[in-house]
DNA sequence: TAGATTGTTAATCGATTAACAATC
DNA sequence: TAGATTGTTAATCGATTAACAATC
């Protein structure tokens, strides 16, 4: 993996899968959870980019998944491809949301109106994938009341109640080490399952939940290794 | 994967590991290579927190890979471990550091100073792991000039002269994604091995770069996925 | 000693790949 | 038709895990 992951993971509780069938299996394998999520990646950016129809083959070149292993993964859920002329990118986009059931809408609390915290709030890459950041936080209180990507920075006081109000899942932390653990603890304490860690710190939260902690360092490692051998 | 992957991966090329004695094999598999550079990222961290020792089940807890992998994973490269006490996180630091050959100084070259960019400059996560950010190039007049992070913010006109002079392998590409295949091009000329794409373009490289690409939108759909199921 | 944790075995499961018939 | 690419099989390889003796 990572792969890579090859990239942080979550925890496992793998059941059967690849019934063979159309069927829907009842929890996909991380592996497969992962591929998948990566198609999708390179699958929305194809579409934007005006893409009709790709290939196994394309797929392959952008995510460095074995191109078999590609349609095997996909195979397994329906027979999305045309023999010939590969997958229609639109069409494919719908089944793997469906797959993933994230084809709804998810909406982000973020924490941090620093420069990382502006530019999460003004880029698309979440808003992509159906990801929209509802409230954002900040502990200085010059910034609170100022406007970052359309939305106002609030007082940390204000978590619990929008998140209740706005049904937030996700929380991610664009907030200095030294912050992040305290803040960790609000978003649990305020419901929030998954938490995104921009910071270095090593996250303590409850089983329950989920921390998936940015490692730019840790994949450059990784890709550096197979470089210099 | 993570992850992850776990996360975005590397071409493969393996070739025969886990030779079973202390010798270090040829070429790490990608799930191996991956898998140390996670134990780096948490133990870095651990010995920032003061912690001397740290046991395979604390690995593990923080990496979610299982505490016996990553035994495994260790004792393929020596007796690292002291029964019934853990691994010394400092010497394990330099172990695997050793392992994954990048135990040396790496330079990167960090191209956008905008919010992306200032908040790349201004952190450590990537001078934790031994890369350190030696030149920052903009194609903002205003922002020429200027200084970000300790760095004087060049025009990228430079690029070709500082990877010479500085040695430069990464390339980090944090602007906006209609100009991040340009600057790609930019950097595979100027002979950079592996970039870091922190836009959402899919970008074109020839075979011998390396393109990671950062997509936490994508980690964040896999998280989702199990919460939800 | 008693408790903890490593190092290692053995068994299983999933990932990976080449190959190719089916078919667009 | 000819070329391309899917869907699927079969064979192999590596990852994963439980279990436990060794030993700190």
Redesign the pocket.
């Known amino acids: 993996?990572t792969?890579q992951d090859l990239v942080g993971h979550v925890a496992?509780n793998?059941?059967?899968?690849?019934d063979?069938g159309e069927g829907m299996p009842e929890r996909l394998?991380?592996?497969?959870a992962a591929?998948l999520s990566r198609y999708l990646q390179v699958l929305t950016q194809a579409k934007k980019m005006g893409k009709e129809?790709?290939?196994?083959?394309?797929?392959s070149d952008y995510t460095h998944?074995?191109?078999?292993?590609?349609?095997?993964d996909?195979?397994?859920f329906?027979?999305?491809?045309?023999?010939?002329?590969?997958?229609n990118v639109e069409s494919l986009v719908s089944q793997i949301r469906k797959i993933l059931r994230t084809a709804g809408q998810h909406n982000i609390a973020l924490l941090g109106a620093g420069h990382l915290g502006k530019a999460i709030a003004s880029s698309d890459i979440f808003a992509d994938h159906g990801f929209r950041v509802v409230a954002i936080f900040d502990s200085d209180p010059v910034k609170i009341g100022t406007e970052v990507g359309n939305q106002v920075v609030r007082d940390i006081s204000d978590l619990h109640q929008l998140v209740e109000e706005e049904d937030i899942v996700v929380g991610v932390l664009a907030v200095p080490s030294h912050a992040s653990q305290k803040l960790a603890d609000e978003l649990v304490r305020a419901g929030v399952k998954i938490i995104f860690n921009y910071s270095e710190s090593l996250l303590v939260v409850p089983p329950e939940v989920t921390v998936h902690t940015s490692s730019p360092a840790v994949d450059l490692l990784y890709a550096l290794y197979f470089y210099l051998t």
Chains 1, 2 share one sequence.
């Open positions: 993996m792969r496992s793998s059941s059967d899968n690849h063979g394998s991380l592996g497969v591929r129809t790709i290939s196994s083959k394309e797929l998944v074995n191109s078999t292993q590609i349609r095997r996909l195979s397994g329906g027979k999305f491809g045309k023999r010939g002329v590969g997958y």
